[in-house]
Nanobody
Framework: QVQLVESGGGLVQAGGSLRLSCTASGRIFSINAMGWYRQAPGKQRELVAAITRGGSTNYANSVKGRFTISRDNAKSTVYLQMDSLKPEDTAVYYC??????????????WGQGTQVTVSS
């Protein structure tokens, strides 16, 4: 199995910054795309940003120009630098990895989530 452990959430004032990290561990053969999703109370989970193993990125329109996703393949870690945070960014942020473990097809794995709260 694959375990994803997130860190870096917290409380910040509007206009501030936070950096989320997520490290994958376990019997991993390869990790393909990694990404961050978020879910606010009463809303559906949505994609925030994703990055391929080769470094191609994709962002939700609402975070373009403010958030930056990156990854360190050697450390099986993905990061989300969040700048110019707004109250509407408040949500639980989940790490996601499309990973392959030996003997199995690729599958989606999720972290436990980390709370990000932006005060106005």
């Amino acid at each position: 199995q694959v375990q994803l452990v997130e860190s870096g959430g917290g409380l910040v004032q509007a206009g501030g910054s936070l950096r989320l990290s997520c490290t994958a561990s376990g019997r991993i053969f390869s990790i393909n795309a990694m990404g961050w999703y978020r879910q606010a109370p009463g809303k559906q989970r949505e994609l925030v940003a994703a990055i391929t193993r080769g470094g191609s990125t994709n962002y939700a329109n609402s975070v373009k120009g403010r958030f930056t996703i990156s990854r360190d393949n050697a450390k099986s870690t993905v990061y989300l630098q969040m700048d110019s945070l707004k109250p509407e960014d408040t949500a639980v942020y989940y790490c996601n990895a499309d990973a392959t473990i030996p003997g199995y097809y690729p599958a989606d794995y999720w972290g436990q989530g980390t709370q990000v709260t932006v005060s106005s």
